[in-house]
């Protein structure tokens, strides 16, 4: 049984910074697809950042392009999102997430394992 532990949130000022981490156990992610998802109060869970296999392919939400990078270290099991010029409308819960395919998706339908969740608060 695959299990993501996200990693890096809390509580930063609006313009801030945050990194946020994703480990595996039980399973590799060396041949997954990851994303990252978040959910605010109230609202649906919307795409952010999805990368391919091997770190070739990134793609990102319309809200967070230009201010969030997607990377994974295959070798260390980890998937990290960068997140600069933070905003107080990006305060949710940012999920983790991996499919069983190589390549990449925005639609969090299309990913088999998820995290529990890491809480991002951006004061103004």
């Known amino acids: 049984q695959v299990q993501l532990v996200e990693s890096g949130g809390g509580l930063v000022q609006a313009g801030g910074s945050l990194r946020l981490s994703c480990t595996a156990s039980?399973?590799?992610?060396?041949?997954?697809?990851m994303g990252w998802f978040r959910q605010a109060p109230g609202k649906e869970r919307g795409f952010v950042a999805a990368?391919?296999?091997?770190?070739?392919?990134?793609s990102y939400g319309d809200s967070v392009k230009g201010r969030f990078t997607i990377s994974r270290d295959n070798a260390k099991n980890m998937v990290y999102l960068q997140m600069n010029s933070l905003k107080p409308e990006d305060t949710a819960v940012y999920y983790c997430?991996?499919?069983?395919?190589?390549?990449?998706?925005?639609?969090?339908?299309?990913?088999?394992?998820w995290g529990q969740g890491t809480q991002v608060t951006v004061s103004s």
């Open positions: 990368i391919n296999w091997n770190g070739g392919s990134t």
């Open positions: 039980g399973r590799m992610l060396s041949t997954n697809a």
């Open positions: 997430a991996g499919r069983y395919y190589g390549a990449s998706s925005s639609s969090a339908r299309d990913y088999s394992y």
